[in-house]
């Protein structure tokens, strides 16, 4: 599930960057005849019982049951941000103050994907391809909780030293869409090069995808990182400016965009969770993800407090200057609020950088958890042996079934089909009317494109139905 730029129910402080896109969006009718997954009472038990686990625990029974949980908040939580309704699940993770383990669980996850993941993909991929799946998938669902959190300031005042966690691993996160080539991602439609690759490759693909899904959310915490800044701890600030420089990333990003990308001839820009075709007249118009990077500029360049905490020279005055071609008329009449940003620039240009003033005495902290996360194991190869070996991943067959059961109770729920898009063929794209008639998960255009897909497709839609034998 991927967040929509949500809805507030109640109003954040306004800023010269924020104040004018706080339009509030009319309820469609579709959306009015949702349902919600969770009542208020059912949300609050659910929060009540999150907990962080360790490294080793990942792919456990109760790890299990916790990710499952958490994707019916995050459900709720879009349908609460979808129909403009009491964002309860928010106000849960805020009040019971659940924001630092979600924080925590994103930390050893993180480690889990680079120390453990490598060791046992090929085991994995051969005995629990589902199940990887789903633990590769849960950093998406994390951030996605996460996303719609930080929108409140609330979740930032009392976020407390995670938050400077959190700013460290966007910065990771930011620095790897850098790096990555969006034409070797995934768009969800089958080639025929597919249809011969190992399961090991398949599974390491889709990490790749998700890895860069949820990049692409960690633009939009940066945004709320420094859109409250006077609510989070002063420390996260000098971490993304001071430490990290984080101007130094998203300057670059804009000029090499990782969310666009010529794919048979169309352009494509990835935006809400998906690649989606730009028609020639359109390039020019911001997608939400572009949106989000303005928008934290905006607010690193021009908000007082982040201004006051950038220790500007010649240096970093050339890289901020390299945006400033795009700043044309096109850009700001779709966010004027880049008035402000489109100033600073050229002030910038036309005087010395602003001095930081510097104290000959500083204490600067720094992030404990994820250091304390790679330490907790002398052996990492021994820890995967560990984790692979198992009662998690050496379960018996009837316990599989079990697992999967309750997923695709999860899963293939009418509650999550209705904040899909309109389903598209797995084998070429298209719009699709039909889909398999056994699992109900894969859509199709025509007879012709399932039978093509069904090599690849058979061994999921068995596990489907596997799953499924004992509730039928």
């Given amino acids: 599930q991927t967040a929509l730029s949500p809805s507030p129910t109640t109003t954040p402080k306004p800023n010269s960057c924020t104040s004018k896109m706080q339009a509030t969006p009319q309820v469609s009718a579709a959306v009015q005849h949702m349902e919600p997954t969770l009542n208020a009472l059912e949300a609050e038990r659910i929060v009540d019982d999150l907990k962080p686990f360790g490294v080793k625990e990942i792919g456990s029974k109760q790890w299990m049951k916790q990710h499952e949980n958490m994707e019916k908040l995050n459900a709720q939580a879009q349908y609460s941000i979808m129909t403009q309704s009491d964002e309860f699940v928010v106000e849960g993770l805020i009040d019971h103050e659940k924001v630092d383990v979600l924080i925590h669980e994103l930390l050893a996850l993180e480690v889990w994907k680079e120390k453990v993941f490598p060791e046992i993909i090929e085991e994995l991929a051969a005995t629990h391809g589902v199940k990887a799946y789903f633990i590769l998938y849960h950093e998406?669902?994390?951030?996605?909780?996460?996303?719609?959190?930080?929108?409140?300031a609330r979740a930032c005042s009392g976020g407390g030293d995670m938050l400077m966690e959190l700013a460290d691993y966007c910065y990771r996160r930011l620095v790897f869409l850098a790096t990555i080539d969006p034409d070797e991602l995934q768009d969800g439609v089958a080639s025929k090069e597919d249809l011969d690759i190992s399961a090991a490759e398949t599974l390491s693909r889709q990490k790749k995808t998700i890895d860069f899904g949820v990049s692409i959310t960690c633009l939009t915490l940066v945004r709320f990182l420094t859109e409250h800044s006077s609510s989070v701890p002063l420390t996260v600030l000098t971490r993304l400016l001071d430490e990290q420089d984080i101007l130094f990333v998203l300057v670059p990003l804009l000029e090499t965009p990782p969310w666009r990308r010529k794919n048979k001839g169309k352009i494509e820009k990835f935006s809400e969770g998906r690649w989606q075709v730009?028609?020639?007249?359109?390039?020019?118009?911001?997608?939400k993800t572009e949106a989000q990077v303005w928008l934290a500029l905006c607010n690193l360049?021009?908000?007082?407090?982040?201004?006051?905490?950038?220790?500007?020279?010649?240096?970093?005055?050339?890289?901020?200057?390299?945006?400033?071609?795009?700043?044309?008329?096109?850009?700001?009449?779709?966010?004027?609020?880049?008035?402000?940003?489109?100033?600073?620039?050229?002030?910038?240009?036309?005087?010395?950088p602003p001095d930081v003033s510097s104290s000959s005495f500083i204490i600067q902290q720094v992030p404990q958890v994820r250091e304390g996360l790679l330490k907790s194991a002398g052996d990492w190869k021994a820890v995967a042996r560990e984790v692979i070996s198992s009662p998690s991943f050496v379960a018996s067959e009837e316990e599989k079934r079990q697992e999967l059961e309750r997923l695709c109770a999860v899963y293939s729920s009418n509650n999550f089909e209705q904040f899909m898009d309109d389903p598209k063929c797995a084998a070429c794209g298209k719009m699709a009317q039909k889909r398999c008639s056994r699992c109900k998960t894969e859509w199709y255009c025509g007879r012709e494109c399932q039978v093509k897909s069904w090599k690849t497709h058979k061994p999921l839609c068995d596990l489907m139905m596997s799953a499924q034998a004992p509730a039928q």
């Fill in 301 to 352: 360049l021009c908000d007082p407090t982040c201004r006051s905490k950038y220790k500007w020279d010649e240096r970093k005055k050339a890289n901020v200057a390299r945006i400033s071609k795009f700043v044309n008329e096109v850009l700001v009449d779709q966010l004027p609020v880049l008035v402000d940003l489109r100033r600073t620039l050229d002030q910038l240009q036309i005087m010395d």
């Fill in 278 to 287: 730009v028609a020639p007249g359109d390039v020019a118009r911001l997608s």
């Fill in 140 to 152: 998406a669902l994390l951030v996605g909780l996460l996303e719609k959190a930080m929108f409140h």
